[in-house]
């Protein structure tokens, strides 16, 4: 069928009228918002939203109202928006009718009457800015719902959603004929209205190219609105090019200053564009390494411990101004970061600046609503944070000096330095200068001559290159002391008599050495024990040539530990040590035979000696096993697989495998044999029957 012509009339042509003209956008900012909000108060369009209630009759007069429409023809919405009124009038939806609408909604009992009348009223303020909005939105919407109810509507579908009959049809086929389904397009439509107009240019940009097609049928036309958006994108797009081109051939001549403004210029026309952002703060970078830039426009970087203080002058302005912060490497303004947001005050603190890494910092001028950048930014100097060594200590040690600190996580080196300020220490100057080996967190500076010392410690930081860059030192002075040598070995041999033991030990190097009972936790060799020297009385000892001897004689069941102690005026230094140990004898051995191959144990337990070994036999087999306290003192008997012939049983404490021990004898027990079994039971005697029977055989046999 032929389409109609301007000019013609359909019934004298016999040609189909053109399809209506369909929005391909709803046109208006916040319509996602907007149509949940009418979603959820259970209508299907704005139209619904617009149909409040009627208010109920004054009276009961039979004159008091007019008649009715017996059915609701629904609304027109082709050639603006229209509902049916009584009588048979139509009536334009205006500013006027949106207005009557709110009123019998704010008037009705409906408890959906406040959230609809909040609807009606931004309906109203769309109305308002645009005569024909509410019309496209009513109209949008009514496609959406036809097009998700199937893909070929037909007028009944649009009979439902209360569209009049005289336009169904139409409708319908239009949409049938291309409107764009649930999905990226539609959404970019919906949505472009909240990115454009605005700053937002390459979201805008993105949007665009997601935008529905036009429709399938050759003569609809487009949608002036949309087109409208995208030539404002386009032409916006257009002249951030025409800037860029300019910033970049400012550089290129090495005219900071122009390439600043060019670049200032497209990002305040397109706020994200990251080629645009990256421009400026390559050229700000620029003007801040100028030296014919003014002081007072420059920003102050103090790197403190992890962080980075900034401080820059305000500018004189009368409008407020705020600022943004951001941090990028140096020579690389792609990877800028933001690390402020919205200040209020002309300085601020990045607390969390990376490490070993040059940095530089941009202070974005904000005017207004934040959408509109004041100024070129401020830019630091490269700011190079490197944490400092903390907590640094040293601490007096035998023989020298002990240093402690707290490295930062992120050092990967530490680095010590020593120097002497005395010349009598060990014949350093005092503008010697020693590197001493340490770990990532403290060093044992020994052996040490007696002197003042100045220790720096520094943290190494690797850079973007892999090479170390060194933090700023700190520094701890201590004296070293004179110490006396320690003990070098103890010899310890028992006494004939047995009950005696003689310890023996060469004096050291420097200092006295003594012979101290030790009554607190072992310490190693060469530990300073200055402080537990002083209350513990030593054990008596001669000299014997080049030797000094001691005699103890141990308590039985008792173990005491002896340690050599160097002594050289309030300073002693522990040696070696040696444990002796008298074990008691074994007292309450029982042993009792529970089965022919087997027997328990039980004995009291020999302090203080650690394990006791068992053994047994008979003359032929037999064997051994070691006791241990613990296992005795869980209260289980000692079980021993024996024969059944006699078995002797010899029970023997152990001493320690590093102690000296006074031998106590074994104590012996006998297993007495297994008893022998009992003789099998006699046969019992025969019966007389029995008798009989055999005689009886016997004779017949």
């Not at 002594?567 to 522990?574: F, I, P, Q």
């Not at 869980?634 to 012939?645: E, F, I, K, T, Y």
């Amino acid at each position: 069928m032929a389409v109609l012509r301007p000019g013609e009339h359909p019934k004298a042509s016999g040609a189909r009228p053109p399809l209506p003209a369909l929005p391909r956008c709803p046109g208006l900012r916040g319509y996602l918002h907007l149509h949940a909000d009418i979603t959820d108060l259970g209508f299907r369009h704005a139209a619904d939203a617009l149909r409040a209630p009627e208010p109920a009759p004054a009276h009961d007069a039979v004159f008091g109202t007019l008649p009715k429409a017996a059915t609701d023809d629904g609304f027109r919405v082709l050639d603006g928006l229209w509902f049916s009124g009584r009588g048979g009038i139509w009536h334009r939806v205006d500013v006027s009718y949106v207005r009557r609408a709110r009123g019998r909604w704010l008037s009705s009992p409906d408890p959906r009457a406040d959230s609809a009348a909040a609807v009606v009223d931004t309906l109203e303020t769309l109305v308002r800015d645009d005569a024909q909005g509410l019309r496209r939105l009513v109209l949008w919407e009514v496609c959406c719902l036809l097009r998700d109810g199937g893909e070929r509507p037909v007028e009944s579908d649009a009979v439902a959603l209360g569209v009049h009959r005289a336009e169904a049809g139409l409708l319908a086929s239009a949409v049938a004929a291309g409107f764009p389904a649930t999905g990226p397009a539609r959404h970019a439509a919906e949505t472009l209205n909240d990115v454009w107009p605005g700053v937002r240019l390459r979201e805008a940009e993105r949007l665009v190219a997601r935008l529905p097609r036009a429709s399938a049928y050759a003569d609809g036309p487009d949608d002036h609105r949309l087109a409208a958006l995208v030539d404002g994108v386009r032409a916006r797009s257009a002249e951030v090019a025409r800037l860029t081109a300019d910033g970049a051939a400012a550089e290129a001549t090495g005219a900071p200053r122009a390439a600043a403004d060019a670049w200032l210029g497209a990002l305040r026309l397109a706020r994200d564009d990251p080629a645009a952002q990256t421009g400026l703060l390559r050229a700000a970078a620029l003007l801040a390494d100028d030296p014919a830039t003014p002081v007072g426009s420059a920003v102050t970087a103090v790197p403190e411990d992890r962080a980075v203080r900034l401080s820059w002058c305000a500018p004189a302005r009368d409008a407020e101004v705020t600022y943004r912060v951001l941090r990028f490497p140096d020579g690389a303004p792609d990877l800028a970061v933001e690390t402020a947001a919205g200040e209020l005050r002309s300085a601020s603190v990045d607390p969390d600046a990376p490490v070993g890494r040059p940095v530089r910092y941009a202070v974005v001028p904000l005017q207004g609503d934040r959408d509109r950048i004041a100024g070129v930014p401020r830019v630091t100097a490269p700011v190079l944070l490197t944490p400092v060594a903390t907590e640094l200590r040293c601490t007096l040690v035998p023989g020298g000096l002990h240093l402690r600190w707290r490295p930062d996580p992120a050092a990967a080196e530490v680095r010590v330095t020593r120097s002497a300020t005395e010349t009598d220490a060990g014949g350093w100057g005092a503008s010697s200068l020693v590197r001493v080996p340490c770990e990532h967190d403290r060093v044992r500076d020994a052996p040490l001559a007696p002197g003042t010392y100045t220790y720096e410690v520094r943290c190494g930081y690797r850079d973007p290159d892999g090479d170390l860059v060194w933090s700023r030192g700190v520094t701890v002075t201590a004296r070293a002391e004179q110490w006396p040598s320690p003990v070098e070995e103890l010899s310890v041999r028992r006494n004939p008599d047995g009950e005696r033991v003689t310890i023996a030990w060469r004096p050291p190097e420097l200092g006295d050495g003594l012979l101290l009972p030790w009554t607190t936790a072992p310490v190693a060799p060469g530990t300073d024990v200055s402080d537990v020297v002083s209350g513990v009385d030593r054990i008596p000892a001669t000299a014997v040539g080049a030797e000094s001897r001691a005699e103890l004689t141990p308590e039985p069941e008792r173990r005491m530990r002896v340690t050599a102690v160097s002594v050289l005026g309030g300073r002693a230094v522990s040696g070696p040590s040696v444990v002796i140990e008298h074990p008691a004898a074994i007292r309450g051995l029982r042993v009792r035979r529970v089965t022919a191959d087997r027997a328990e144990l039980r004995f009291d337990w020999p302090e203080p000696a650690v394990l006791v070994h068992v053994a047994w036999t008979d003359g032929l087999r037999g064997g051994e096993r070691r006791v241990a306290r613990s296992a005795h003192r869980a209260g289980r008997p000692v079980d021993l697989p024996v024969s059944a012939d006699e078995c002797a049983i010899t029970v023997t404490p152990l001493p320690r495998p590093d102690a000296v021990s006074i031998d106590t004898g074994p104590t012996r027990a006998t297993l007495p044999a297994a008893p022998l079994p009992p003789p099998p039971p006699a046969p019992p005697p025969p019966s007389r029957w029995g008798t009989w029977w055999r005689r009886w055989r016997g004779r017949w046999s």
